[in-house]
């Protein structure tokens, strides 16, 4: 059974304080790995994807891979209330396979 | 790029009755699509994988009879749930990945209510 797990929260920073959401996954095969936000009552949109261990940035996001630690972390500075979602953790066995798991998601609330 | 469209975003229906939801590629073609269905405050789990010209696969636990699914082309996939009941009401969502892009992208969702 492969497992992606996700503290569900509720999740609270204040507005332009740093947001930190964790990820682990219990398959030590697991490629690719991704997080999508999802607003309540819209499907989830990507955010941000790595495959190679250490930091990936873009904007205020940034995506932290530990394979060894099977850990993956999503980052957001300078949080705005209109970051308040749910963000989803997904994890991608191969590079072509098309089996995503979803972790339960972490709901975050940034407070103006 | 990299649009996914479903339709309808919202539907309710009888018990008994059967609904069908579209998920189109706009702008680009999609050998495989995959079907999710999310409950209130879970996380998506997958139902199948759709692909263009041959038989999807189910995931286990997922009633083939009752949700069936047709990908007659590489831009259309559809879900019909077939003598809806109460217990199917959730959130049925559609992805695709575009080959020219890394990641998959969504649907906008059709949350189905059953009555």
């Known amino acids: 059974q492969k497992e992606v797990e996700q503290n569900s929260g509720p999740l609270s920073v204040p507005e332009g304080a740093i947001a930190s959401l964790n990820c682990t996954y219990s398959d030590r095969g697991s490629q690719s790995f991704f997080w999508y936000r999802q607003y309540s009552g819209k499907s989830p949109e990507l955010i941000m994807f790595i495959y190679s261990n250490g930091d990936k940035e873009d904007g205020r996001f940034t995506a932290q891979l530990n394979k060894a630690s099977q850990y993956v972390s999503l980052l957001i500075r300078d949080s705005q209330p209109s970051d308040s979602a749910t963000y989803l953790c997904a994890v991608k066995e191969s590079f072509t396979g098309n089996q995503f798991y979803f972790g339960t998601g972490t709901s975050l609330t940034v407070i103006p | 790029g990299a649009v996914v469209s479903q339709h309808p975003s919202w539907v309710i229906c009888k018990s008994g009755t059967s609904v069908k939801i579209e998920c189109r590629s706009l702008?680009?073609?999609?050998?495989?699509m995959f079907w999710y269905r999310q409950f209130p405050k879970q996380s998506l789990m997958l139902m199948a994988t759709s692909n263009e010209g041959s038989k999807a696969t189910y995931e286990q636990g997922v009633e083939k009879d009752k949700f069936l699914i047709n990908h007659a082309s590489l831009t259309l996939s559809t879900l019909t749930v077939t003598s809806a009941h109460p217990e199917d009401s959730s959130f049925y969502i559609c992805s695709a990945r575009d080959p020219n892009r890394y990641g998959y992208t969504f649907g906008s969702g059709t949350r189905l209510t059953v009555v």
């Open positions: 702008d680009f073609q999609a050998t495989t």
